[in-house]
Protein backbone atom coordinates (compact mmCIF):
# COMPACT_ATOMS: atom_id res chain seq x y z
CA UNK A 1 0.00 0.00 0.00
CA UNK A 2 1.13 3.59 -0.88
CA UNK A 3 2.28 6.19 1.70
CA UNK A 4 -0.55 8.37 0.52
CA UNK A 5 -3.17 5.39 1.02
CA UNK A 6 -2.17 4.92 4.79
CA UNK A 7 -2.18 8.12 5.35
CA UNK A 8 -5.85 8.23 4.24
CA UNK A 9 -7.00 5.39 6.25
CA UNK A 10 -5.23 6.78 9.08
CA UNK A 11 -7.71 9.90 8.54
CA UNK A 12 -10.70 8.49 7.95
CA UNK A 13 -10.26 5.96 11.25
CA UNK A 14 -9.84 9.02 13.29
CA UNK A 15 -12.93 10.85 11.54
CA UNK A 16 -14.85 7.60 12.24
CA UNK A 17 -13.65 7.56 15.94
CA UNK A 18 -14.49 11.21 16.62
CA UNK A 19 -17.67 10.77 15.15
CA UNK A 20 -18.43 7.87 17.37
CA UNK A 21 -17.33 9.93 20.77
CA UNK A 22 -19.44 12.90 19.17
CA UNK A 23 -22.34 10.49 20.03
CA UNK A 24 -21.27 8.77 22.70
CA UNK A 25 -20.86 12.46 24.23
CA UNK A 26 -23.56 13.90 22.95
CA UNK A 27 -25.51 11.19 25.04
CA UNK A 28 -23.40 11.75 27.97
CA UNK A 29 -24.30 15.27 28.18
CA UNK A 30 -28.22 14.29 27.46
CA UNK A 31 -28.02 12.22 30.76
CA UNK A 32 -29.76 13.64 33.91
CA UNK A 33 -27.45 14.66 36.97
CA UNK A 34 -28.16 12.86 39.60
CA UNK A 35 -26.47 13.18 43.46
CA UNK A 36 -25.46 9.65 45.47
CA UNK A 37 -24.73 8.67 48.95
CA UNK A 38 -23.35 5.20 49.63
CA UNK A 39 -24.77 2.51 52.16
CA UNK A 40 -23.38 2.97 55.43
CA UNK A 41 -23.64 0.63 58.47
CA UNK A 42 -24.15 2.46 61.70
CA UNK A 43 -26.23 2.89 64.62
CA UNK A 44 -29.88 3.21 63.88
CA UNK A 45 -32.04 5.29 66.15
CA UNK A 46 -35.83 5.09 65.56
CA UNK A 47 -37.38 8.41 67.08
CA UNK A 48 -40.83 9.39 67.53
CA UNK A 49 -41.23 13.03 66.76
CA UNK A 50 -43.51 15.94 68.88
CA UNK A 51 -43.90 19.25 69.21
CA UNK A 52 -45.10 21.24 72.55
CA UNK A 53 -44.15 23.90 74.87
CA UNK A 54 -41.93 25.09 77.86
CA UNK A 55 -44.04 24.74 80.80
CA UNK A 56 -43.43 24.94 84.92
CA UNK A 57 -43.64 21.66 86.50
CA UNK A 58 -42.50 23.10 89.90
CA UNK A 59 -44.78 26.53 91.07
CA UNK A 60 -46.37 27.52 93.57
CA UNK A 61 -49.77 28.98 92.64
CA UNK A 62 -51.15 31.57 95.22
CA UNK A 63 -54.81 32.01 95.33
CA UNK A 64 -56.64 34.60 97.47
CA UNK A 65 -58.55 32.82 99.92
CA UNK A 66 -62.37 34.38 99.03
CA UNK A 67 -63.30 36.80 96.70
CA UNK A 68 -62.21 40.17 97.07
CA UNK A 69 -59.95 42.90 95.31
CA UNK A 70 -56.28 43.45 95.36
CA UNK A 71 -55.33 46.51 98.13
CA UNK A 72 -51.45 46.11 97.27
CA UNK A 73 -48.57 44.35 95.34
CA UNK A 74 -45.79 43.91 96.82
CA UNK A 75 -43.28 42.61 93.92
CA UNK A 76 -42.89 42.86 90.01
CA UNK A 77 -43.79 40.48 87.42
CA UNK A 78 -40.45 38.09 87.26
CA UNK A 79 -39.23 39.03 90.82
CA UNK A 80 -37.07 36.54 92.27
CA UNK A 81 -38.35 35.68 95.88
CA UNK A 82 -38.14 34.08 99.41
CA UNK A 83 -39.86 31.72 100.86
CA UNK A 84 -42.93 33.76 103.14
CA UNK A 85 -42.50 37.17 101.39
CA UNK A 86 -45.47 39.18 100.84
CA UNK A 87 -46.73 38.92 97.47
CA UNK A 88 -49.93 41.06 97.47
CA UNK A 89 -53.04 41.83 100.04
CA UNK A 90 -56.09 42.08 99.64
CA UNK A 91 -58.85 44.56 100.64
CA UNK A 92 -59.96 42.80 104.00
CA UNK A 93 -62.55 45.44 105.00
CA UNK A 94 -65.38 42.97 103.76
CA UNK A 95 -63.44 40.06 105.60
CA UNK A 96 -63.01 42.07 109.35
CA UNK A 97 -66.95 42.65 108.69
CA UNK A 98 -67.06 38.92 108.16
CA UNK A 99 -65.17 38.31 111.49
CA UNK A 100 -66.98 40.35 113.37
CA UNK A 101 -70.18 39.06 112.50
CA UNK A 102 -69.08 35.67 113.30
CA UNK A 103 -67.51 36.64 116.15
CA UNK A 104 -70.95 37.92 117.56
CA UNK A 105 -72.02 34.90 117.00
CA UNK A 106 -70.29 32.64 118.18
CA UNK A 107 -70.46 34.86 121.65
CA UNK A 108 -74.52 34.93 121.16
CA UNK A 109 -74.15 31.24 121.24
CA UNK A 110 -71.91 30.87 124.23
CA UNK A 111 -74.24 33.22 126.07
CA UNK A 112 -77.09 30.91 125.18
CA UNK A 113 -75.31 27.66 125.92
CA UNK A 114 -74.25 29.03 128.95
CA UNK A 115 -77.70 29.96 130.22
CA UNK A 116 -79.17 26.68 129.89
CA UNK A 117 -80.62 26.34 133.47
CA UNK A 118 -84.07 25.45 135.27
CA UNK A 119 -85.43 28.89 135.97
CA UNK A 120 -89.21 28.96 135.36
CA UNK A 121 -90.07 30.77 132.01
CA UNK A 122 -92.82 33.13 131.37
CA UNK A 123 -95.27 33.08 128.71
CA UNK A 124 -93.73 36.43 127.30
CA UNK A 125 -90.37 34.68 127.13
CA UNK A 126 -91.99 31.42 125.66
CA UNK A 127 -93.39 33.51 122.97
CA UNK A 128 -90.38 36.42 122.35
CA UNK A 129 -88.26 32.60 122.68
CA UNK A 130 -90.68 31.20 119.45
CA UNK A 131 -90.47 34.33 117.23
CA UNK A 132 -86.51 34.17 117.67
CA UNK A 133 -86.83 30.85 116.48
CA UNK A 134 -89.30 31.73 113.67
CA UNK A 135 -86.89 34.44 112.56
CA UNK A 136 -83.95 33.09 112.78
CA UNK A 137 -84.86 29.82 110.60
CA UNK A 138 -85.98 32.57 108.26
CA UNK A 139 -82.64 34.54 108.72
CA UNK A 140 -81.04 30.69 107.72
CA UNK A 141 -83.12 29.74 105.05
CA UNK A 142 -83.23 32.81 103.12
CA UNK A 143 -79.38 32.47 103.73
CA UNK A 144 -79.26 29.14 102.39
CA UNK A 145 -81.44 29.78 99.54
CA UNK A 146 -79.21 32.73 98.48
CA UNK A 147 -75.81 30.69 98.54
CA UNK A 148 -77.99 28.11 96.25
CA UNK A 149 -78.76 30.75 93.68
CA UNK A 150 -75.29 31.60 93.61
CA UNK A 151 -73.72 28.96 93.12
CA UNK A 152 -72.96 27.63 89.68
CA UNK A 153 -75.35 30.43 87.86
CA UNK A 154 -74.36 32.67 85.52
CA UNK A 155 -75.61 36.72 85.16
CA UNK A 156 -78.87 35.59 82.61
CA UNK A 157 -82.28 37.16 83.49
CA UNK A 158 -83.68 33.99 85.31
CA UNK A 159 -80.61 33.95 87.76
CA UNK A 160 -81.52 37.94 87.93
CA UNK A 161 -85.09 37.54 88.78
CA UNK A 162 -83.85 34.79 91.50
CA UNK A 163 -81.44 37.49 92.99
CA UNK A 164 -84.28 39.76 93.01
CA UNK A 165 -86.48 37.35 95.19
CA UNK A 166 -83.80 36.82 97.29
CA UNK A 167 -83.50 40.37 97.86
CA UNK A 168 -87.22 40.99 98.82
CA UNK A 169 -87.28 38.01 101.00
CA UNK A 170 -83.89 38.76 102.80
CA UNK A 171 -85.56 42.55 103.53
CA UNK A 172 -88.94 40.63 104.64
CA UNK A 173 -86.97 38.59 107.28
CA UNK A 174 -85.21 41.39 108.47
CA UNK A 175 -88.49 43.31 108.51
CA UNK A 176 -90.27 40.37 110.91
CA UNK A 177 -86.94 39.96 113.12
CA UNK A 178 -86.32 43.85 113.96
CA UNK A 179 -90.05 44.17 114.44
CA UNK A 180 -89.75 41.03 117.22
CA UNK A 181 -87.09 42.52 118.75
CA UNK A 182 -88.56 45.89 118.82
CA UNK A 183 -91.98 44.03 120.63
CA UNK A 184 -90.03 42.20 122.80
CA UNK A 185 -87.66 44.89 124.45
CA UNK A 186 -90.19 47.38 124.46
CA UNK A 187 -93.47 45.23 126.02
CA UNK A 188 -91.49 42.59 128.16
CA UNK A 189 -87.83 43.58 128.63
CA UNK A 190 -87.97 47.33 129.29
CA UNK A 191 -90.34 47.14 131.88
CA UNK A 192 -88.97 43.56 133.89
CA UNK A 193 -88.18 44.69 137.42
CA UNK A 194 -83.58 44.84 138.12
CA UNK A 195 -82.47 42.68 138.32
CA UNK A 196 -83.79 40.81 135.09
CA UNK A 197 -84.09 37.59 134.70
CA UNK A 198 -80.89 35.44 133.29
CA UNK A 199 -83.82 34.23 130.98
CA UNK A 200 -85.16 37.43 129.82
CA UNK A 201 -81.53 38.74 128.63
CA UNK A 202 -80.76 35.47 126.79
CA UNK A 203 -84.10 35.65 125.24
CA UNK A 204 -83.11 39.51 124.04
CA UNK A 205 -79.52 38.46 122.81
CA UNK A 206 -81.04 35.82 120.49
CA UNK A 207 -83.33 38.05 119.19
CA UNK A 208 -80.85 40.42 118.75
CA UNK A 209 -78.71 38.11 117.06
CA UNK A 210 -81.08 37.00 114.25
CA UNK A 211 -82.02 40.68 113.53
CA UNK A 212 -78.42 41.52 113.02
CA UNK A 213 -78.17 38.04 110.83
CA UNK A 214 -81.56 38.49 109.20
CA UNK A 215 -79.69 42.39 108.49
CA UNK A 216 -76.51 40.83 106.92
CA UNK A 217 -78.51 38.38 104.43
CA UNK A 218 -80.46 41.14 103.64
CA UNK A 219 -77.10 43.16 102.45
CA UNK A 220 -75.54 40.19 101.21
CA UNK A 221 -78.39 39.65 98.61
CA UNK A 222 -78.05 43.24 97.75
CA UNK A 223 -74.68 43.09 97.33
CA UNK A 224 -74.99 39.81 94.80
CA UNK A 225 -78.11 41.35 92.87
CA UNK A 226 -75.59 44.42 91.79
CA UNK A 227 -72.88 42.36 91.00
CA UNK A 228 -75.53 40.33 88.79
CA UNK A 229 -77.13 43.10 86.99
CA UNK A 230 -73.07 45.24 86.93
CA UNK A 231 -72.09 42.06 84.55
CA UNK A 232 -69.14 40.98 87.25
CA UNK A 233 -68.22 37.73 89.00
CA UNK A 234 -70.80 36.82 91.66
CA UNK A 235 -67.95 34.95 93.49
CA UNK A 236 -67.32 38.01 96.27
CA UNK A 237 -71.62 37.37 96.43
CA UNK A 238 -71.05 33.78 96.90
CA UNK A 239 -68.41 34.23 99.32
CA UNK A 240 -69.98 36.19 101.45
CA UNK A 241 -73.42 34.33 100.83
CA UNK A 242 -71.44 31.19 102.33
CA UNK A 243 -70.48 33.23 105.42
CA UNK A 244 -74.12 34.02 106.33
CA UNK A 245 -75.54 30.63 105.64
CA UNK A 246 -73.22 29.59 108.42
CA UNK A 247 -73.54 31.98 110.97
CA UNK A 248 -77.38 31.89 110.34
CA UNK A 249 -77.46 28.18 110.81
CA UNK A 250 -75.71 29.02 113.86
CA UNK A 251 -78.22 31.41 115.13
CA UNK A 252 -80.96 28.90 114.15
CA UNK A 253 -79.24 26.14 116.88
CA UNK A 254 -79.16 28.79 119.34
CA UNK A 255 -82.48 30.06 118.98
CA UNK A 256 -84.15 26.32 119.03
CA UNK A 257 -82.13 25.76 122.56
CA UNK A 258 -83.29 28.69 123.99
CA UNK A 259 -86.93 27.58 122.92
CA UNK A 260 -86.35 24.01 124.05
CA UNK A 261 -85.40 25.63 127.69
CA UNK A 262 -88.05 28.05 127.49
CA UNK A 263 -90.65 25.33 126.75
CA UNK A 264 -89.62 22.98 130.16
CA UNK A 265 -88.26 20.44 127.16
CA UNK A 266 -85.53 17.50 127.83
CA UNK A 267 -82.50 19.14 129.81
CA UNK A 268 -80.40 17.19 127.34
CA UNK A 269 -82.27 18.13 124.13
CA UNK A 270 -81.67 21.75 124.89
CA UNK A 271 -77.88 21.34 125.34
CA UNK A 272 -77.67 19.12 122.27
CA UNK A 273 -78.55 22.24 120.31
CA UNK A 274 -76.51 24.69 122.21
CA UNK A 275 -73.85 22.78 121.37
CA UNK A 276 -74.23 22.43 118.08
CA UNK A 277 -75.07 26.27 117.90
CA UNK A 278 -71.37 26.70 119.32
CA UNK A 279 -69.75 24.46 117.02
CA UNK A 280 -71.05 25.89 114.18
CA UNK A 281 -70.78 29.11 115.14
CA UNK A 282 -66.61 28.32 116.16
CA UNK A 283 -66.44 26.93 112.48
CA UNK A 284 -67.55 29.68 110.92
CA UNK A 285 -65.82 32.09 113.36
CA UNK A 286 -62.22 30.22 112.44
CA UNK A 287 -63.47 30.18 108.49
CA UNK A 288 -63.68 33.98 108.47
CA UNK A 289 -60.39 34.50 110.77
CA UNK A 290 -58.08 31.89 108.61
CA UNK A 291 -59.69 34.33 105.45
CA UNK A 292 -58.50 37.09 106.78
CA UNK A 293 -55.35 36.26 107.59
CA UNK A 294 -54.82 34.65 103.90
CA UNK A 295 -55.68 37.63 102.99
CA UNK A 296 -51.92 38.46 103.10
CA UNK A 297 -50.51 36.38 100.07
CA UNK A 298 -46.97 35.45 100.44
CA UNK A 299 -45.16 32.79 98.26
CA UNK A 300 -45.10 29.51 99.41
CA UNK A 301 -41.67 28.64 98.67
CA UNK A 302 -38.44 30.01 96.75
CA UNK A 303 -38.29 30.83 93.00
CA UNK A 304 -39.39 34.01 90.54
CA UNK A 305 -43.00 35.51 90.68
CA UNK A 306 -45.05 35.13 87.30
CA UNK A 307 -48.31 37.40 87.06
CA UNK A 308 -51.35 35.07 85.47
CA UNK A 309 -52.66 36.77 82.67
CA UNK A 310 -56.57 37.22 82.46
CA UNK A 311 -56.36 34.39 79.61
CA UNK A 312 -55.18 31.80 81.76
CA UNK A 313 -55.72 32.38 85.32
CA UNK A 314 -58.19 35.66 86.14
CA UNK A 315 -60.95 34.80 83.23
CA UNK A 316 -61.98 37.98 82.93
CA UNK A 317 -60.12 41.42 83.35
CA UNK A 318 -61.89 42.59 86.61
CA UNK A 319 -62.29 46.66 87.44
CA UNK A 320 -58.39 48.22 87.50
CA UNK A 321 -56.76 45.09 85.91
CA UNK A 322 -54.07 46.12 83.46
CA UNK A 323 -54.53 46.32 79.45
CA UNK A 324 -52.79 42.70 79.29
CA UNK A 325 -55.61 41.35 81.90
CA UNK A 326 -52.88 40.47 83.98
CA UNK A 327 -53.38 41.60 88.30
CA UNK A 328 -52.54 45.26 89.28
CA UNK A 329 -53.92 47.27 92.26
CA UNK A 330 -57.68 47.17 92.34
CA UNK A 331 -58.05 43.75 90.55
CA UNK A 332 -60.97 41.63 91.40
CA UNK A 333 -59.83 38.11 92.26
CA UNK A 334 -61.80 34.95 93.34
CA UNK A 335 -59.93 31.48 94.94
CA UNK A 336 -61.01 30.03 91.09
CA UNK A 337 -57.92 31.55 89.58
CA UNK A 338 -54.45 32.34 90.63
CA UNK A 339 -53.49 35.69 90.19
CA UNK A 340 -49.90 35.35 90.75
CA UNK A 341 -47.24 31.56 91.00
CA UNK A 342 -44.25 31.47 92.54
CA UNK A 343 -41.95 29.54 89.44
CA UNK A 344 -38.34 27.91 90.00
CA UNK A 345 -36.84 28.48 86.34
CA UNK A 346 -34.11 26.30 86.41
CA UNK A 347 -36.63 23.11 87.04
CA UNK A 348 -38.82 23.41 83.58
CA UNK A 349 -39.87 21.21 81.35
CA UNK A 350 -41.27 20.86 77.67
CA UNK A 351 -44.44 19.25 77.38
CA UNK A 352 -44.14 17.37 73.99
CA UNK A 353 -47.76 16.69 72.39
CA UNK A 354 -47.72 13.13 70.78
CA UNK A 355 -50.24 12.17 68.81
CA UNK A 356 -52.51 8.97 70.15
CA UNK A 357 -50.97 6.74 67.42
CA UNK A 358 -47.14 6.64 68.67
CA UNK A 359 -47.96 7.20 72.30
CA UNK A 360 -47.72 3.28 73.68
CA UNK A 361 -44.18 3.64 72.35
CA UNK A 362 -43.49 5.95 74.86
CA UNK A 363 -42.07 5.08 77.73
CA UNK A 364 -40.06 6.96 81.19
CA UNK A 365 -36.35 7.21 80.64
CA UNK A 366 -36.07 7.08 77.29
CA UNK A 367 -33.98 9.30 75.57
CA UNK A 368 -35.33 12.91 73.93
CA UNK A 369 -34.30 15.22 72.34
CA UNK A 370 -35.36 19.07 72.28
CA UNK A 371 -35.09 21.99 70.06
CA UNK A 372 -36.62 25.13 70.78
CA UNK A 373 -37.67 27.44 68.18
CA UNK A 374 -35.44 30.55 70.08
CA UNK A 375 -32.16 28.51 69.90
CA UNK A 376 -32.79 26.53 66.79
CA UNK A 377 -29.12 25.53 66.72
CA UNK A 378 -29.10 24.03 70.48
CA UNK A 379 -30.66 20.78 71.24
CA UNK A 380 -31.28 19.77 74.76
CA UNK A 381 -30.47 16.38 75.43
CA UNK A 382 -32.97 14.85 78.46
CA UNK A 383 -35.03 11.78 79.37
CA UNK A 384 -38.76 11.50 79.04
CA UNK A 385 -40.08 11.89 82.94
CA UNK A 386 -43.93 10.57 82.32
CA UNK A 387 -46.68 9.73 80.32
CA UNK A 388 -50.17 11.51 81.25
CA UNK A 389 -52.54 9.26 81.34
CA UNK A 390 -55.51 11.65 79.92
CA UNK A 391 -55.49 12.81 76.03
CA UNK A 392 -55.39 16.33 74.85
CA UNK A 393 -57.18 17.76 71.94
CA UNK A 394 -54.67 19.04 69.28
CA UNK A 395 -55.09 22.87 67.64
CA UNK A 396 -56.10 20.95 64.30
CA UNK A 397 -58.22 18.53 66.16
CA UNK A 398 -56.91 15.29 66.80
CA UNK A 399 -56.20 13.52 69.86
CA UNK A 400 -52.67 13.49 71.54
CA UNK A 401 -51.49 12.80 74.81
CA UNK A 402 -48.68 15.06 76.84
CA UNK A 403 -44.85 13.64 77.65
CA UNK A 404 -43.21 15.32 79.98
CA UNK A 405 -39.31 15.95 79.49
CA UNK A 406 -37.66 17.88 82.23
CA UNK A 407 -35.20 20.49 81.45
CA UNK A 408 -32.21 20.47 84.05
CA UNK A 409 -29.75 23.03 84.56
CA UNK A 410 -31.00 25.43 81.95
CA UNK A 411 -30.61 28.24 84.38
CA UNK A 412 -32.99 31.63 83.29
CA UNK A 413 -32.27 31.82 79.67
CA UNK A 414 -35.64 29.54 79.01
CA UNK A 415 -39.01 31.25 79.58
CA UNK A 416 -42.47 29.75 79.64
CA UNK A 417 -44.31 28.77 76.97
CA UNK A 418 -41.36 28.83 74.46
CA UNK A 419 -42.62 26.35 71.45
CA UNK A 420 -40.47 23.48 70.06
CA UNK A 421 -40.49 19.76 68.70
CA UNK A 422 -38.68 16.93 70.43
CA UNK A 423 -37.30 13.48 69.42
CA UNK A 424 -37.86 10.77 71.80
CA UNK A 425 -36.05 7.66 70.66
CA UNK A 426 -38.07 4.94 71.03
CA UNK A 427 -35.10 2.06 69.86
CA UNK A 428 -31.53 1.64 68.43
CA UNK A 429 -30.27 -0.63 66.13
CA UNK A 430 -26.66 -1.07 66.46
CA UNK A 431 -24.88 -2.08 63.04
CA UNK A 432 -27.62 -1.48 60.47
CA UNK A 433 -27.23 -0.85 57.12
CA UNK A 434 -29.19 2.45 56.05
CA UNK A 435 -29.53 4.84 52.95
CA UNK A 436 -31.24 8.17 53.01
CA UNK A 437 -34.94 6.97 53.40
CA UNK A 438 -35.57 9.62 50.11
CA UNK A 439 -33.57 6.67 48.03
CA UNK A 440 -36.21 4.09 48.49
CA UNK A 441 -39.10 3.79 45.87
CA UNK A 442 -42.14 1.76 46.73
CA UNK A 443 -44.04 -0.03 43.85
CA UNK A 444 -46.61 -2.93 43.74
CA UNK A 445 -46.18 -3.55 47.33
CA UNK A 446 -42.21 -4.23 46.99
CA UNK A 447 -39.29 -1.46 47.73
CA UNK A 448 -36.45 -0.95 45.44
CA UNK A 449 -33.41 1.62 45.03
CA UNK A 450 -31.55 2.93 42.33
CA UNK A 451 -27.36 2.20 42.17
CA UNK A 452 -25.33 4.37 40.36
CA UNK A 453 -22.65 1.84 38.25
CA UNK A 454 -20.67 2.78 34.96
CA UNK A 455 -22.29 5.63 34.35
CA UNK A 456 -25.59 3.72 34.13
CA UNK A 457 -28.41 3.46 37.12
CA UNK A 458 -28.96 0.21 38.12
CA UNK A 459 -32.44 -0.80 39.97
CA UNK A 460 -32.58 -2.67 42.75
CA UNK A 461 -34.87 -4.34 44.72
CA UNK A 462 -34.23 -4.45 48.33
CA UNK A 463 -35.94 -5.36 51.48
CA UNK A 464 -36.26 -2.74 53.96
CA UNK A 465 -36.77 -2.67 57.89
CA UNK A 466 -36.81 0.53 60.24
CA UNK A 467 -37.64 3.62 59.34
CA UNK A 468 -36.90 7.37 60.76
CA UNK A 469 -37.88 10.52 59.20
CA UNK A 470 -34.26 11.01 57.16
CA UNK A 471 -32.90 6.92 57.05
CA UNK A 472 -34.31 3.39 56.05
CA UNK A 473 -32.68 0.03 57.22
CA UNK A 474 -31.78 -1.95 54.14
CA UNK A 475 -32.32 -5.97 55.43
CA UNK A 476 -31.22 -7.39 52.05
CA UNK A 477 -30.40 -6.61 48.10
CA UNK A 478 -27.53 -3.94 49.10
CA UNK A 479 -24.21 -4.51 50.36
CA UNK A 480 -22.25 -1.26 52.39
CA UNK A 481 -20.70 1.09 50.15
CA UNK A 482 -23.19 0.94 47.19
CA UNK A 483 -23.84 4.13 45.88
CA UNK A 484 -27.19 4.98 45.94
CA UNK A 485 -28.52 7.61 43.87
CA UNK A 486 -31.17 10.24 46.20
CA UNK A 487 -32.28 12.48 44.06
CA UNK A 488 -33.67 12.43 40.47
CA UNK A 489 -35.21 8.94 41.35
CA UNK A 490 -38.79 9.74 39.77
CA UNK A 491 -38.02 9.47 36.27
CA UNK A 492 -35.32 7.03 36.19
CA UNK A 493 -35.32 3.95 34.24
CA UNK A 494 -33.43 0.61 34.86
CA UNK A 495 -30.10 0.85 32.82
CA UNK A 496 -30.78 4.21 32.15
CA UNK A 497 -27.37 6.84 31.20
CA UNK A 498 -26.82 9.25 33.74
CA UNK A 499 -24.26 11.84 35.24
CA UNK A 500 -23.29 11.73 38.97
CA UNK A 501 -22.12 15.41 40.47
Known amino acids: MSKGKVIAAVVALLIIGGIAAAVVLGRSAGAPEVTVEQATQSSLAVTVSASGKTESD?????????????????????????????????????????????????????????????????????????????????????????????????????????????????????????????????????????????????????????RDQAYANYAASQQALAALLAGQNTSVALAAARSAKDQGWAAYQGALAQQAKLSSANTNAAKSSANAAVSAAREALDYAIENLEKATMRAPHDGTVVFNGAGSSLGVAGLGASAGGKPVVGSSVSPAAAPFSVVYFDQLVFNAQVDEADIATIKPGLKAAVTLDAYPGDTLESTVERVDKTSVVTPTGGTAFSVIIRLSGTGDELFLGMNGSTDIEIESIAGALTVPVEAVLDESGKSYVFVAENGKAKRVEVTTGRLTDTRAEIMSGLSEGANVIVSGIGDLKDGAAIRVK
Open 58 to 210: TKGDIYPPTAGTLASIEVTDGQVVKEGDIIATMDTTPLELQVAQAQAAYQGALAQSDSISQSSPSSADKAAASASVTAAYNGYKAALDQYNALKNVAPDPTAIAQAETAVATSKATYDAAQAAYDSYKTNVYDPAPLPRDASMETALAILSLA
